[in-house]
């Protein structure tokens, strides 16, 4: 029985020493490198790196299994200088992530040997501190064919390469902050199983293509900065999406009444744009919705009736349009409505009753919407305020018409009320 237990434990203390000791010369010469060409001796956290053989995988950052390096995540570490050639061979990694470091250099062609790679993500300009990668997307990044995240916001240049359109299994696009220019190009239309398009704050120019239509498994799309053309009726199809942003784009034309089919949308930004047309009634079908924003575009006529129906919505800014009428009273349903979020500035709005007024400021950034509406009314328009006038209780009349003070309007007071905003 001694001899047993004396046998078990020789076999734990080879196995516990020796864990880690058949990890390659290539792939231990391939992190030292690593290390030394990313400035390591000023890393944030380099626990246990450079360590003696048979310790990689219990250097910061590593994660290994069968006696390979399968993933390096050095996020956030004050990182330096460039990614070396010999980041190739690495040849069983599936996971890098190399985010919010001061990388500089270009993105070495030698990646395509990581043929086991799913999440390759070396930058996103979101929130800052983003690596200084430049030069081109290398093409052949398209040979990564379990690539399922592909994450290059820095400083690249160039167009987006085709051959990214051979990566069937990708789920996640995001070239965000990037010089990148060129259009969208029509063979990402193979990447049927994206949840996740960011293109945003790039020099990409040209139309949105409407074979993003038929990405039906896209939840998140941001299209900002500088794409012409009309927005793509084909986008209703996208009945996963959460959020459509098309903003600070140079976009004409109307909005397409289906993008009301978009139920499981929670956001949609569209301003920024030279949109026109009326706020399409269909978009009242969102009962998702928590933010909508349409300034500064050219967008007229009338707030819907059914904006009641949107009761998710948080904030909500309409302001720099050509909007115009009476703010629906169903406005007062939209109780999420967060206080001093939402903008109806420089239109040509108003309440018909001091309730909905005073719900209405209580929302507006800065409480103050009324001063900066643009409103002119012709006979017409004059003869139909009168008649809202007169189905309000005296107590929320907002016009001074009540002449001789017994809370009525009668027929003289009627014609003071039109002469005096026939006036203006």
């Known amino acids: 029985m001694k001899r047993k237990l004396t046998i078990f434990v020789l076999i734990y203390l080879f196995f516990s020493t020796n864990l880690y000791a058949d990890i390659s010369l290539l792939e231990r010469n391939a992190l030292i490198d690593f290390y030394n060409s990313t400035e390591g001796t000023n890393w944030t956290n380099q626990t246990n790196w450079l360590g003696s053989p048979g310790t990689e995988c219990e250097w910061y950052g590593i994660t290994c299994s069968n006696n390979h390096i399968t993933k390096i995540y050095l996020y956030e570490n004050n990182l330096s200088g460039s990614i070396p050639k010999s980041i190739g061979n690495l040849s069983n990694l599936e996971s890098i992530n190399l985010i919010h470091n001061q990388l500089t ?34 093409e052949e990044l398209g040979n990564l064919i379990n690539l399922e995240k592909l994450k290059l916001g820095n400083n690249m240049t160039g167009i987006i390469p085709p051959e990214l359109g051979n990566l069937s299994n990708l789920k996640s696009l995001i070239l965000r902050g990037n010089q990148i220019s060129g259009n969208i190009p029509s063979e990402l239309s193979n990447l049927t199983n994206l949840e996740i398009v960011v293109l945003e704050n790039t020099q990409l120019t040209g139309s949105i293509p409407s074979w993003l239509g038929s ?24 009945s996963n999406l959460k959020v459509l942003c098309m903003r600070q784009n140079q976009l004409t034309g109307v909005i397409p009444p289906e993008l009301g089919n978009l139920t499981n949308l929670e956001q949609l930004r569209l301003h920024s744009n030279m949109l026109t047309g009326s706020i399409p009634s269909e978009l009242c079908n969102l009962i998702n919705l928590k933010i909508l924003y349409m300034h500064y575009n050219q ?93 309000i209780n005296p107590e929320e009349i907002n016009l001074i018409c009540d002449i001789n003070g017994d809370n009525k309007i009668g027929i003289e007071e009627a014609i003071y009320a039109l002469m005096t905003v026939s006036k203006n």
Do not use: M
């Open 215 to 238: 990405l039906t498994n896209l939840k998140y799309l941001y299209l900002a900065n500088n794409h012409t053309g009309t927005i793509p009726v084909e986008l209703g199809n996208l």
């Open 105 to 138: 250099g270009t993105i070495p062609k030698e990646f395509c040997n990581l043929i086991n790679l799913k999440e390759l993500e070396l930058g996103d300009s979101y929130g800052g501190g983003y690596n200084q990668l430049t030069g081109t997307i290398p």
């Open 299 to 391: 967008i007229s006529g009338a707030i819907p009736l059914s904006i009641g129906n949107l009761t998710q919505l948080e904030k909500i800014n309409l302001s720099n349009n050509e909007l115009q009428g009476y703010i629906p009273s169903e406005f007062v349903n939209l109780l999420n409505l967060i206080d001093n979020e939402s903008d109806f500035r420089n239109n040509a709005l108003c309440t018909p009753t001091s309730t909905l007024l005073n719900f209405i400021n209580s929302k507006q950034i800065d409480g103050d919407w009324i001063s900066s509406q643009d409103i002119k009314f012709d006979i017409r328009d004059a003869i139909n305020i009168l008649q809202i006038i007169a189905e």
